[in-house]
């Protein structure tokens, strides 16, 4: 029998904030509820968390307005895993804070926040991110910037700037709950990002590979470069 003291397990909260409105999109229904090949993007990345034992439990953050489109969108879902859904408030800062709030009874050791909008994040970026949690208080996906970079005044090139060391962020976005909350009890404004968040606070910030396929819903064109990649388009795959 062996004397190592037993570990216990980690607890690992995802948290995934829907409750925006869309505005760059424009639909009367919010973007992370429109079917893409029958399936909404929001659907889809629960179901890719849900895949996963490490996964000890998932808040979902919506709009008051959208019950009625969640409640389709998780129809047959009975995983206790799932908590019931919290609502949101009017920027991502505010419901991601109002998801913590939500999950601090449950006392996980790490939460990953993902966007609603990103439906087709994959489990090798969720478990690198749960990976790199294990020795970094945070860590994210990004994607590096490969394309030439132009400032530009109208559509008027003006100068060229330097792509080295710029990166494209994605979510699923990783951290110690403690850290997070307490970046965010403390931080005043708005933030595009929880990297902003806890970068304000001094922490440290692990970038982990992310994925092309990993891309948010923001217009109408990325809901038919969605529905090409489900058709498996491989030429827009390739493009990107
Ligand atoms: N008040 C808000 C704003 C955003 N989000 C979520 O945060 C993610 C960020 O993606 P984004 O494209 O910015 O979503 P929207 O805010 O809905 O879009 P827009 O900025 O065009 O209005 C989305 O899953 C969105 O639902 C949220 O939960 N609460
Ligand atoms: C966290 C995020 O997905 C980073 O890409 C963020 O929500 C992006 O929002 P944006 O307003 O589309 O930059």
């Not at 037993?6 to 429109?34: E, H, M, N, W």
């Not at 009975?78 to 919290?86: C, M, Q, W, Y």
């Amino acid at each position: 029998m062996s004397d190592s003291p037993v570990q216990p397990k980690k607890v690992t909260a995802i948290l995934i904030v829907a409750a925006g409105r869309g505005r760059r999109f424009g639909s009367d229904v919010p973007k992370q509820y429109l079917p893409i090949a029958g399936i909404c993007a929001f659907r889809r990345c629960l179901d890719t968390f849900l895949d996963l034992a490490e996964v000890s439990c998932i808040q979902t953050v919506i709009h008051r307005d959208d019950q009625q489109a969640y409640a389709q969108a998780i129809e047959g879902l009975n995983d206790s895993r799932l908590l019931p859904a919290s609502f949101g408030g009017e920027t991502r800062v505010e419901s991601v804070l109002n998801g913590l709030t939500a999950l601090a009874d449950h006392k996980p050791d790490t939460v990953l926040v993902h966007d609603g909008a990103r439906a087709f994040v994959t489990q090798r970026i969720v478990r690198d991110v749960m990976a790199e949690l294990m020795q970094s208080d945070a860590a994210f996906a990004a994607l590096p910037v490969v394309d030439a970079l132009w400032r530009a005044e109208g559509d008027r090139a003006t100068s060229p700037v330097a792509r080295d060391g710029l990166w494209r962020a994605q979510t699923p976005q990783g951290f110690r709950f403690d850290v997070l909350r307490e970046a965010h009890l403390a931080y005043q404004g708005d933030a595009a990002d929880d990297v902003e968040i806890v970068r304000a606070m001094g922490t440290q910030v692990k970038i982990v590979c992310g994925d092309p396929a990993n891309f948010k819903i923001t217009t109408p064109d990325d809901l038919q470069r969605a529905e090409r990649f489900v058709a498996g388009d491989t030429a827009d795959k390739a493009q990107r």
